[in-house]
């Protein structure tokens, strides 16, 4: 079966340094499943938005070879809406306004055709959603996970249930930390690594990503950017790129782990060079294995 994503969708007011957008495309699982739709499909999605989402957006979607039947649409509801402020180092954001609207009782439900699907990614939902959604399917085989601080620690033990059945957990550094109380990232990743994933993806923004897994660290480098005008949505569409890959050739060896997160970095810089969804709208395959090519030589050496 396809690529189940389930997460967040939503509608954003973005404000950097550079220029903002009012009421632009995002959510995690719109970034994750377009950085997934160029390595495979179809990809079924679970969210759920208001009767005010763009009909745009959809078509755009669709045309992406995004199924949306698990798309639940609320007569009379809003949207998720999130608004937040760059500072001109990107790194930091001020947080403007959440207003959660039809996403506060999100009930994650799964297409009975989705319910076979073995490859699956919980994007940042409450720990018990993901769980909710793990216990619909019927045999999920490859599981990637997202978190955040927020999670880690107000629903700590919540997300200790859902761990054990990853295959992939996807953080940032301090995320990492946190979770395992260790300041140490090699440290740390010992530790997380008892509490079920078999790898753990650390990503350090800029600073590019670390796998860790099977005895074994890969340091990828972040692609070298000149221009950076919107850091929203790049870590999901690294875990896009990242599982759209993995779908498409089944490989889980570590060496094809480590490919899999170049592309989940080639992802995220495109993702990063236009607002919102922008730069993963109109890509082609060509220009994603270019920059692969540019990612390799860049990281070669004797």
């Not at 799964?110 to 490859?119: A, E």
């Not at 260790?182 to 008892?194: D, V, W």
Request: hydrophobic share 40%; proline share 5%; net charge negative.
């Amino acid at each position: 079966m396809g690529l189940l994503i389930v997460g967040s969708i939503g509608l954003d007011d973005i404000e950097t340094p550079f220029d903002n957008v009012k009421k632009a495309l995002g959510g995690s699982t719109t970034y994750i499943s377009l950085a997934a739709s160029y390595f495979t499909g179809p990809i079924e999605i679970v969210g759920v938005v208001g009767d005010d989402f763009p009909q745009e957006h959809i078509k755009m979607l669709e045309n992406h070879n995004i199924d949306l039947e698990g798309l639940q649409i609320v007569p009379g509801a809003k949207t998720f809406r999130y608004g937040c402020k760059y500072h001109y180092d990107l790194n930091v954001r001020d947080s403007l306004f959440t207003d959660l609207n039809v996403f506060e009782k999100f009930n994650p439900v799964i297409p009975g055709k989705s319910k076979k699907s073995s490859f699956v990614i919980l994007g940042n939902i409450a720990p018990q959603l993901q769980m909710n959604v793990l216990n619909q399917l019927e045999n999920p085989k490859f599981v990637v996970c997202d978190t955040m601080n927020f999670w880690i620690e107000g629903a700590k033990d919540e997300l200790l249930k859902v761990l054990p059945h990853v295959n992939v957990l996807i953080i940032n550094d301090s995320e990492a930390r946190l979770l395992a109380k260790e300041p140490n990232l090699i440290k740390a990743t010992h530790i997380i690594s008892k509490m079920g994933p078999k790898y753990l993806i650390i990503k350090k923004g800029e600073h590019g990503a670390l796998l860790f897994g099977d005895n074994m660290i890969f340091s990828a480098p972040a692609y070298p950017m000149e221009n950076i005008f919107d850091p929203t949505g790049a870590g999901d569409a690294f875990a896009g790129g990242f599982t759209g890959y993995l779908n498409k050739n089944r490989d889980f060896s570590f060496e094809n782990l480590k490919r899999a997160v170049i592309y989940g970095s080639i992802m995220a810089s495109f993702c990063v060079e236009k607002f919102s969804t922008k730069g993963l709208e109109n890509l082609s395959f060509l220009e994603i294995h270019n920059r692969f090519i540019e990612f390799r030589e860049l990281s070669n050496f004797n």
